[in-house]
């Protein structure tokens, strides 16, 4: 619970300020709270007055003050997806490069 209100006591004393300082400010007991509670979900040790508390706490965390983590794994993903759109690309041009041209020989009618 101290984590709880802590991270609500942060949310009030940033709210009146900019979102992005709240964000900021507010990340470190927001961070450790969540980290709670998800190692109580893995040790099954929820009742619903905690759970109730946590879903509170993340809508006015990502609804009302637009917070959000930004996730570790979108970085690679990008970059795989970006590396598999130019695979195409590459290998047609380095086809044509690599390729003897040839020229087409127009045969005439007699």
Do not use: G
Request: charged share 25%.
């Amino acid at each position: 619970m101290a984590l709880l209100n802590k991270s609500l006591s942060c949310f009030e004393k940033y709210q009146q300020s900019n979102r992005s300082e709240l964000c900021k400010e507010c990340k470190t007991p927001y961070k450790s709270l969540n980290n709670l509670y998800n190692s109580m979900v893995k040790n099954s040790t929820l009742c619903i007055d905690i759970e109730d508390a946590m879903n509170m706490t993340r809508r006015l965390w990502s609804k009302n003050f637009n917070c959000s983590f930004p996730r570790e794994e979108t970085v690679p993903i990008i970059a795989v997806s970006s590396f598999m759109l130019f695979l195409p690309i590459i290998f047609y041009l380095s086809s044509f490069l690599h390729s003897e041209q040839k020229k087409r020989k127009l045969i005439l009618r007699e």
